[in-house]
């Protein structure tokens, strides 16, 4: 298994930061928040962390019942940044291949 490197880290740290504070300001307890996902308390645990291999799916189920899911994944549409507006107006290939 490949080292998580030192700024992944740190990314992931800053938003587990994030999803505990969601959590509080929302009056959530973890074992609810835990509950409402249908995941243990010690995933999401690591979820707000940042420790541990959690699944994309469990972190996903936390941040749909904090109501962050759908800003995460706005947050990643490419047509939201000039530059994936600049590409998109290309047409996008169905399948990227490594030049030779």
Do not use: Y
Not at 10 to 15: E, I, N, Q
Not at 50 to 56: C, H, K, Q
């Amino acid at each position: 298994m490949a080292r998580t490197s030192l700024r992944t880290q740190r990314d992931l740290t800053s938003l587990g930061d994030h999803v505990r504070a969601w959590r509080k300001i929302h009056g959530l307890t973890a074992q609810l928040v835990a509950d409402r996902a249908g995941i243990t308390r010690t995933t999401l645990r690591a979820i707000e962390t940042g420790t541990g291999t959690v699944s994309l799916e469990n972190t996903f189920a936390v941040l749909r019942v904090l109501g962050m899911a759908d800003a995460v994944v706005g947050a990643s549409d490419p047509l939201t940044t000039e530059m994936g507006r600049f590409h998109a107006e290309r047409a996008l290939p169905q399948r990227v291949r490594v030049p030779n």
